[in-house]
């Protein structure tokens, strides 16, 4: 069983900044992409940034230049460095993950419990 549990989130005033942390544990051959999806009450769940194995990086608009997302492929971690926060990030924060649990099976799609970020202004 795969799990993919998340950290780092909080409130923080306007201008702050927070680290999240989302680990994936259990029975895992490879894991492709990695990334990061919030949802704000009342909007639909929307992709923040994503890397592949390989390190390349994807940002929505919104955060280019404020967010960087990482990952350490030996720890099966990925991390999402938010700076200069606004109100409008307040959301909760989901990982998600493109892995092989057992050799030779295909490739499926994991999701974390959620984080909660609350920005203030």
């Known amino acids: 069983q795969v799990q993919l549990v998340e950290s780092g989130g909080g409130l923080v005033q306007a201008g702050g900044s927070l680290r999240l942390s989302c680990a994936a544990s259990g029975i895992i051959f490879n894991i492709n992409v990695m990334g990061w999806y919030r949802q704000a009450l009342g909007k639909q769940r929307e992709k923040v940034a994503s890397?592949?194995?390989?390190?390349?990086?994807n940002y929505a608009d919104s955060v280019k230049g404020r967010f960087t997302i990482s990952r350490d492929n030996l720890k099966n971690t990925v991390y999402l460095q938010m700076n200069s926060l606004k109100p409008e990030d307040t959301a909760t924060y989901y990982c998600?993950?493109?892995?092989?649990?057992?050799?030779?099976?295909?490739?499926?799609?994991?999701w974390g419990q959620g984080t909660q970020v609350t920005v203030s202004s």
């Open positions: 998600n993950a493109d892995l092989v649990s057992f050799y030779g099976d295909p490739l499926r799609d994991y």
């Open positions: 890397i592949t194995s390989g390190g390349n990086t």
